[in-house]
């Protein structure tokens, strides 16, 4: 299973970005599908995940600001990113929690990671 993330670079403060990972390789299904963020000198933490039965989570610090949706007959989230601020500068890596078959096994899969830049 192989994720591909695009869409990162370089905007103004108030700008927009939208980013787009593509999931490929032998996948049954997929559980929870979302976006991830790791700033320099910090932990990656959650910025927003929606889950194959619907339910969508954000961070408190994009609420409002950044919309996760996903098409599921591609096997790609998208993460659209308005108002942007310097503090979103990061890396932003997707997840994806991958079924191979019906069963209730999956596996936990990370796409290369693309940068977004926010300038003042």
């Known amino acids: 299973v192989q994720l591909q993330a695009s869409g990162g670079g370089l905007v103004q403060a108030g700008g927009s970005l939208r980013l787009s990972c593509a999931a490929s390789g032998r996948i049954f299904s997929i559980d929870a599908l979302g976006w991830y963020r790791q700033a320099p000198g910090k932990q990656r933490e959650l910025v927003a995940v929606a889950t194959n039965g619907g339910r969508i989570n954000y961070a408190d610090s994009v609420k409002g600001r950044f919309t996760v949706s996903r098409d599921n007959a591609k096997n790609t989230v998208y993460l659209q990113m308005n108002s942007l601020k310097p503090e979103d500068t990061a890396v932003y890596y997707c997840?994806?929690?991958?079924?191979?078959?019906?069963?209730?096994?999956?596996?936990?899969?990370w796409g290369q990671g693309t940068l977004v830049t926010v300038s003042s």
């Open positions: 997840n994806a929690e991958v079924h191979f078959s019906d069963s209730w096994y999956k596996a936990d899969y």
